[in-house]
């Protein structure tokens, strides 16, 4: 069974820097798209980042172009969201997810969540 568990969510200030990460389980790592999405309260669930199975390809959202960058060490089963000059509307969950297919996953649609993890941004 396929678990994904994120950790490093926290209360940062505007223009601060956290590191997310989220380890996986249960499946061959490498062979598996891995990404990030967001939902803040009341509104739908956001793509941040995808990467791919050999971290060689990496798409970011628009709102998070230039300042966020996603990376994985498949060694250790593990993906990271890096988010720098944090403003106070990238408050939201976060959630890491994973899918065979990058596209797929970069449409909403993965196999797999996380349970997520909070990000709260102050001004």
């Known amino acids: 069974q396929v678990q994904l568990v994120e950790s490093g969510g926290g209360l940062v200030q505007a223009g601060g820097s956290l590191r997310l990460s989220c380890a996986a389980s249960g499946r061959t790592f490498n062979n598996y798209a891995m990404g990030w999405f967001r939902q803040a309260p009341g509104k739908e669930r956001e793509f941040v980042a995808v990467i791919s199975g050999s971290g060689a390809y990496t798409l970011y959202g628009d709102s998070v172009k230039g300042r966020f960058t996603i990376s994985r060490d498949n060694a250790k089963n593990t993906e990271y969201l890096q988010m720098n000059s944090l403003k106070p509307e990238d408050t939201a969950v976060y959630y890491c997810?994973?899918?065979?297919?990058?596209?797929?996953?970069?449409?909403?649609?993965?196999?797999?969540w996380g349970q997520g993890t909070q990000v709260t941004v102050s001004s």
């Open positions: 997810a994973t899918d065979p297919s990058i596209q797929r996953l970069r449409g909403g649609r993965p196999d797999y």
